[in-house]
């Protein structure tokens, strides 16, 4: 519809390879048929209404070169709505102990800002179909296993937003398949199995604001936080985002399981609740009086 075709062919260039597919493939088999046929040694990735800054390449191409043992980086990026208008910057995590910490709960990379090495992911299995509209966090947990990922601190990347993304129009499927994505991996690297009510209470809540937790989850739980403990950077990017979400649930009123998770943090991570609980607490009594 937006008339692509004649653009690519108006090029003369011997380096564009037009591959055109008899019917609508859909995005995750568009994705591997190109690895599959991509003769580079390395992948860059983007989305048509995306646009990336002049360096990009160069800056990727020349940081994996120089890094033999990262297969992927990704970059900061710039959300702009649909008319190229800055709305906010996308800081994901740096470090490779941050990501792979991360990696176990959710998707710490911007999809269309990543370069990664096509050998490693054709050893990792390339796009998983069942993965729909989440198959970027299904390639990642597998990819980890490959070697080192990595986000580079600055932005290379203008990332477009408006209501046809997919996480906008097919918000329910990413939901459910990313929360799948997160509760077997988890459960593939636990001793003890997650309970999946329990885990998907909280995951819910936690990484998409959606429903409620009691006392019972947060108990019931106790394996994850054992296990969450033992995580590299635990103490980096995990405690702070559950000490302010346990926060959260005393300032909306969910005070009993605000102060057990709390009470967690402290067991396991050695987070204190300190003057920010006592704060919390105050405000709900007063929002109540």
């Known amino acids: 519809t937006d008339n692509s075709l004649a653009i690519i062919n108006s090029y003369n260039d011997e380096r564009i390879k037009l591959i055109k597919n008899r019917k609508n493939e859909g995005i995750i088999e568009c994705l591997n048929l190109g690895l599959k046929l991509a003769r580079g040694k390395y992948i860059v990735r983007m989305d048509a209404d995306d646009i990336s800054f002049p360096q ?3 800056l990727q191409y020349n940081y994996m070169v120089a890094n033999k043992d990262v297969v992927l980086s990704g970059t900061y990026a710039e959300k702009i709505s649909a008319d190229g208008k800055y709305i906010e910057m996308m800081l994901p995590p740096t470090e490779s102990s941050c990501i792979s910490t991360l990696i176990y709960f959710s998707c710490a990379i911007i999809h269309p800002s990543v370069i990664f090495k096509k050998e490693a992911v054709i050893n990792a ?8 509209h989440a198959e970027d966090y299904g390639l990642w947990v597998l990819l980890a296993k490959e070697g080192r990922m990595v986000n580079l601190p600055y932005s290379l990347l203008k990332y477009r937003e408006h209501g046809e993304n997919i ?17 077997n991996t988890l459960n593939e ?3 003890k199995k997650l309970d999946k ?3 998907k209470s909280f995951w819910y809540y936690w990484q998409k604001n959606v429903g409620k937790v009691g006392v019972k989850e947060i108990k019931n739980l106790n394996p994850l936080w054992d296990f969450a403990a033992t995580l590299p950077a635990a103490k980096n990017v995990l405690t702070l985002k559950w000490y302010n979400l346990a926060l959260k649930m005393i300032q909306t009123g969910n005070i009993a399981t605000g102060l057990a998770f709390q009470s967690v943090l402290k067991k396991k991570f050695n987070i204190s609740s300190g003057k920010r609980t006592l704060a919390a607490l105050l405000r709900c009594f007063l929002m109540k009086a």
Not at 167 to 183: E, H, L, P, T, V
């Open 56 to 58: 990009r390449l160069e």
């Open 125 to 132: 299995g390339l796009y998983n179909p069942k993965n729909i």
């Open 167 to 183: 996480s906008i129009k097919k918000i329910d499927m990413q939901r459910s398949n990313a929360f799948n994505i997160s509760y």
């Open 189 to 191: 690297k636990m001793q």
């Open 197 to 199: 009510e329990s885990y």
